[in-house]
């Protein structure tokens, strides 16, 4: 049993750790774009904290949170920089699969003597993996994984013979390509979502496991692996919801981000036509603020009620037996869905009244709107690809999509 850095601290104390860093991020932000991650000192400071920690079992040297403080967490840095807070999160975040559905022996190893694991995924598959004695020998190439920076460990899904598995493997067996930052994509260059290639890398048979995440049945199995070891639901397995919050996460911080600015922008400069006043005197400018101020506290409040949702589901499977399915999942995600749309309507209406100084290149409201419509472009944000998924669930046809 390996215990955690600090044992007794809270996962508000976290919180308030997070929000604590927003304006140094705030500094960075420009300069994490150019270089395509955050800085060495803010990871530091984001392993100082525990952040990467938050989904870790304790029995590995994590906190064990649930869900709901790490996309606090998440939302407070993207505040200060929405790129670096989805490096954050994606080099975070997969503890949570790694404790949920790898095996006990593959646990041990890969959160390691010390409980030192970040680790970038990457879930839709390429390369091969060919079976040999005691494990696989892995070959290919993964763009965009996300966190890879910063990262211990990559998790990839890989083709084999009988099917998709996922591998996860130290740092040193990945070669990371110079592909990601300096302005290659429209946004969210801060991300650290390199390439990353295997050549031939011996995995044991216990650091990959199936890839049958998206309809993962624990009952069919007495319990997911994680739960069975860790004896709490949020490992059981049920993955669509937190996939979602994953990528929405640090757009919320972004909505909070760009109001700040949009407040800061009304305070500090005039109306363009007269009568000359100040911006906050306008009534334009008070409905537009209202409204963008209702748009992130509601995206905001949707993100945590389906992390809520989410656990109270995960803990009736667990205390009472009742059924926690993927149909349950994929509602829940669609909860998530709606919060990141939040986002959009917010941050573009800002962007749009801000002002054409506002929208100038290098600006701070620019760039957060060019992050937000990175992320557009993710198929996670797919509404309707989701939707449908989740309705198809719902009514007891086959799951498709995503």
Not at 76 to 86: C, K, M, T, V, Y
Not at 266 to 290: D, I, K
Not at 324 to 337: L, N, S
């Amino acid at each position: 049993m390996l215990r955690p850095p600090e044992s007794e601290v809270t996962a508000d104390e976290i919180v308030v750790r997070a929000a604590a860093m927003r304006d140094g991020l705030r500094e960075d932000a420009v300069a994490a774009a150019e270089r395509g991650s955050s800085s060495a000192e803010h990871h530091e400071a984001f392993r100082e904290a525990g952040f990467y920690r938050i989904l870790q079992p304790r029995r590995y040297g994590g906190y064990q949170f649930g869900m709901d403080t790490f996309l606090r967490v998440i939302a407070e840095i993207g505040r200060g920089d929405p790129g670096s807070a989805w490096g954050l999160c994606l080099a975070s975040g997969h503890a949570l699969h790694l404790a949920s559905f790898y095996p006990e022996e593959g646990q041990a190893e890969l959160f390691g003597p010390d409980g030192e694991f970040r680790c970038a995924q990457r879930a839709v598959p390429h390369g091969q993996a060919v079976p040999v004695a005691d494990g696989w020998r892995v070959s290919g190439r993964w763009d965009y994984a996300s966190g890879i920076t910063w990262s211990t460990h990559f998790m990839g899904t890989v083709f084999a013979p009988d099917g998709q598995i996922v591998v996860t493997v130290p740092r040193e067996h990945v070669e990371v390509l110079d592909d990601w930052g300096a302005g290659r994509t429209i946004g969210l260059n801060a991300t650290g979502s390199n390439t990353v290639v295997l050549d031939d890398v011996f995995v044991p048979a216990h650091c990959a496991v199936p890839y049958d995440w998206k309809e993962y049945d624990p009952d069919a199995h007495g319990g997911s692996p994680g739960f069975r070891l860790h004896g709490d639901p949020l490992y059981i397995g049920r993955i669509l919801t937190f996939f979602m919050a994953e990528l929405a996460a640090p757009m919320v911080g972004a909505a909070f981000a760009a109001l700040d600015e949009y407040e800061h922008i009304a305070a500090t400069r005039g109306t363009s036509f007269p009568p000359r006043m100040p911006r906050t005197e306008s009534s334009f400018v008070q409905e537009w603020l209202g409204e963008a101020m209702g748009c992130a506290d509601s995206a905001e409040a949707l993100l945590l009620a389906a992390a809520a949702r989410w656990t109270e589901k995960g803990r009736r499977w667990a205390e009472h037996g009742e059924p926690f399915t993927v149909a349950d999942d994929a509602r829940i995600r669609e909860v998530v869905q709606h919060a990141a749309q939040e986002v959009w309507r917010g941050v573009e209406l800002m962007f749009r009244t801000g002002g054409s100084s506002a929208a100038t290149r290098g600006s701070r409201l620019e760039a957060i709107y060019r992050d937000v419509s990175m992320y557009r472009t993710h198929i996670g944000a797919q509404y309707a690809a989701t939707a449908t998924s989740a309705a198809r669930a719902h009514l007891g046809l086959p799951f498709t999509g995503i």
